[in-house]
């Protein structure tokens, strides 16, 4: 009989209730025992929604990023942090959002805050980890009080625990060398404390423990494949029986290295294809336990029940008591509970399934493979329709749009001229000073304009006194970057919930959940788009608000889109034809977006890919591939412009120095990237590739309260311009200002205004 477990479970709740108790704590209406007991009550209530699994993960749930609780766990707190006082969660929100509560300045001396860590992207997701520091001197210590606690709780339910960590290499890999020291050089010091950590967990009564080692699946170079040896060669001993898990793609070369190395048991993500299992099964020594991830743990679509079973019964016969079966990866990737969802119709409903659902497929295989299919004959028809039902409907395949996709051709991506032709066009155009400043496009979302918004939708406020509504806030937009001096404008993105459901929501091909709601970061959370069918644009989406925002000022108003590859990163995206034509029929409609624009006298225009290289194959040697019909699919879009219209673009939280290439193939006028909590880092690599166009280094970090002062921004700027052209540089948040708060925005732009006007004075001199 198959094992049933799970690795990892959602985290935020069903209503979002820990966004909500982490930003009242943090605004400082709530308490840090008000804080600890909603995290008890979402804990217990995930371990429940579990309950038909043998085993259970306990160590999942994180009040801001699982990386930062095991950089706590191990003692590798950054130094600027290690001397305040008070709570040990406040620390720990000092390191994620710079502060802990809104008065976390007066109370610890910091000052208005301290550093917020560097933030970026999970593997090839859209979560958000704390980046852990290190340095060539970097210790560790174990505090475990946290995850013992966890454990103890969910042993005093019932709960059949399964501690899950991210493992020591995995860990180490994912890490930053401040001092550019080697962070393999660690691992001596490093497995001490993970060994210490899993003798406790046994001690605690703990049977099996999860270690996930996701960069088996990436190619790794000799030096870390034996470190994997020396690693788990030094943690055999210990009294917990530990099972290596892998995902987010297949080991290939590692598969000999994954099987043979000392540990109890091997999970494999089967979710993209099945080329490790046969190879595996051979592999592996008969008294290891193989846990194979059938159940994509990363998208909506409801598993074809039937057609696992037929792969997955012989190898079930063969391994016997040696198969597991559980997700592919954390669930931590797709919203909570379906049944949550009241306004998405019965036929699309039926096609998908979220953290909840596939644990119920999960049990329906499992008992079908205890039991014989005949014992879940009635759940396995109804899961048949479904799949059935959605390969066959009408509402997926458009030949219009399938005719417009074959009809691109290569001049359809490229620029009248090159940028060394355009530049001086757009120049003239614009009459921009130098160091011009901007932002990313959103304002903050204030209660008023999500309650307009919210009336809108309920059908209490009219269309036109919505319209009225957000034309108000346009107003007040584009009076106070006006106000503060800045050079172009954005219109603010009031009428917009999201970047990607926005657009999502005027495009067919389309659906939307009512509760689907995913963690990006922290209290940060996303409700992706579902990208069911062939895509096309109906109607203009923005250029009513652009013209309008537009007619309020006399400096350049840039228009706002999302590009093709982040509308397509960031949705569920179909998974019966590739990515590549989804993507490219996105980008016919933000095409015919843009080309509207232009012609409504918008002649700035942003096209965000901020998801571009969170798409890279793990494996380098797949990212050419990707890269090409990406680039394909933002030049498609951005380059039915004039000379003179200024195409801009933004990428934020992204490690992309070694994808430069392939952005300066974009062929972008102005690109804009985070930098701030890098301090520049992001742009070292332009010393030795000599990037053609404008880059906008962001100096205004917009995931934490602090605002950067004048001497902050003109420090980071003089960096850029040690790398980048003075001439070619722009000032400019990190990314946009929507979950910001105007009393932060405020001064924080005007420091950024002020810094420009010094920094101008300096090229002159």
């Known amino acids: 009989m198959a094992i049933l477990h799970n690795l990892g479970f959602p985290r935020i709740g069903r209503q979002r209730e820990l966004k909500w108790a982490l930003e009242q704590y943090w605004q400082g209406s709530s308490t840090l025992d008000a804080l600890e007991h909603t995290g008890s009550t979402l804990r217990q209530r995930h371990w429940q929604d579990q309950a038909g699994l043998d085993w259970v993960p306990v160590g999942d749930f994180s009040f801001y990023d699982q990386i930062l609780d095991l950089s706590f766990l191990l003692g590798n707190v950054p130094e600027r942090v290690r001397g305040f006082q008070g709570a040990a969660l406040d620390n720990y929100f000092r390191v994620a959002r710079g502060r802990s509560v809104q008065s976390d300045g007066a109370a610890c001396g910091c000052h208005g805050g301290v550093a917020a860590g560097e933030m970026t992207k999970w593997f090839d997701t859209n979560y958000h980890y704390i980046v852990p520091e290190f340095t060539a001197e970097t210790t560790f210590q174990l505090n475990a009080e946290r995850l013992l ?71 790794l170079v000799p030096a870390w494949q034996q470190a994997f040896e020396q690693a788990y060669h030094q943690l055999k001993g210990c009294r917990v029986r530990i099972l290596l898990a892998t995902y987010f793609g297949q080991l290939q070369e590692n598969r000999y290295l994954a099987a043979h190395l000392p540990v109890a048991g091997l999970h494999l993500d089967l979710s993209g294809n099945k080329d490790d299992l046969a190879p595996i099964i051979d592999l592996l020594p008969t008294h290891k336990v193989l846990s194979l991830g059938i159940i994509n743990g990363r998208n909506v679509w409801k598993t074809d029940l039937a057609a696992t079973l037929d792969w997955l019964e012989p190898v079930a016969q063969k391994l016997g008591q040696r198969l597991w079966l559980a997700p592919s990866c954390s669930l931590l990737h797709v919203p909570v509970d379906l049944n949550s969802e009241t306004v998405l119709d019965a036929e699309l409903l039926s096609w998908l399934a979220f953290a909840q659902q596939k644990l119920e497929e999960l049990q329906i295989i499992g008992q079908a493979l205890r039991d014989g299919r005949e014992s879940v004959r009635a759940e396995l028809e109804a899961n048949h329709q479904a799949i059935t039902s959605r390969r066959r409907s009408t509402r997926v395949h458009q030949p219009s749009v399938q005719t417009a996709v074959a009809g691109i051709h290569p001049a359809m991506g490229e620029r009248q001229h090159s940028y060394a032709v355009r530049a001086p066009k757009q120049a003239a155009l614009l009459q921009l000073p130098a160091y011009p400043t901007t932002t990313i496009g959103s304002f903050p979302q204030t209660a008023e304009i999500r309650l307009a918004r919210q009336r809108f939708k309920t059908g209490q406020l009219s269309a036109a006194a919505y319209e009225d509504a957000m034309k108000a806030e346009i107003s007040r937009s584009v009076l106070a970057q006006e106000t503060l001096g800045l050079d172009v404008l954005v219109h603010g993105e009031a009428e917009r919930n999201d970047m990607v459901e926005y657009f999502g929501e005027q495009l067919q091909g389309f659906a939307f959940s009512q509760a689907g709601w995913v963690q990006s970061y922290g209290s940060r959370c996303v409700k992706p788009p579902i990208l069911f069918g062939d895509v096309q644009r109906p109607q203009p989406m923005t250029v009513a608000w652009s013209r309008y925002a537009a007619a309020q000022t006399a ?32 980008a016919l409609a933000i095409r015919e977006e843009v080309l509207d624009l232009e012609k409504a006298g918008i002649r700035v225009i942003q096209i965000d890919e901020a998801a571009l290289r969170e798409g890279l194959p793990l494996r380098k ?19 039915g412009v004039a000379d003179d219209t200024q195409i801009h673009t933004h990428m934020c939280y992204s490690e992309f120095n070694d994808i430069l290439p392939s952005i300066a193939a974009m062929d972008a006028d102005v690109i804009t990237i985070e930098t701030s909590r890098s301090d520049m880092e992001l742009l070292d690599a332009f010393q030795d590739f000599a990037y053609p166009n404008d880059i906008g280094p962001g100096v205004y970090d917009i995931h934490s309260p602090n605002i950067p002062t004048e001497q902050e921004i003109v420090s980071l700027m003089r960096k850029a311009a040690e790398r980048v052209p003075a001439e070619r540089l722009w000032v400019n948040p990190d990314c946009g200002l929507k979950t910001r708060r105007w009393e932060e925005v405020l001064p924080a732009l005007q420091n950024m205004v002020k810094s420009a006007k010094i920094l101008r004075k300096e090229q002159v001199l």
């Open 555 to 586: 400096k350049p108003m840039k228009g706002m889109l999302t590009g093709p590859v982040t509308m397509l990163n960031w949705s569920f995206v179909r998974d019966d034809q590739p990515r590549s034509v989804s993507c490219f029929q996105l």
């Open 149 to 219: 606690a966890q454990v103890a709780e969910a042993q005093a339910l019932g709960v059949a625990v399964k501690p899950v960590l991210v493992g020591p290499l995995t860990y180490l890999a994912i890490g930053k060398a401040k001092d550019g020291s080697d962070p393999l050089a660690l691992l001596p010091r490093l497995l001490p404390v993970y060994g210490e950590l899993l003798e406790k967990l046994a001690a605690h009564g703990v049977a099996w423990v999860q270690l996930d080692e996701p960069i088996l699946v990436t190619e």
């Open 621 to 639: 040697a797949q990212w050419q591939a990707y890269l090409d019909w990406a680039v394909a699919a933002f030049r498609l879009a951005a380059n």
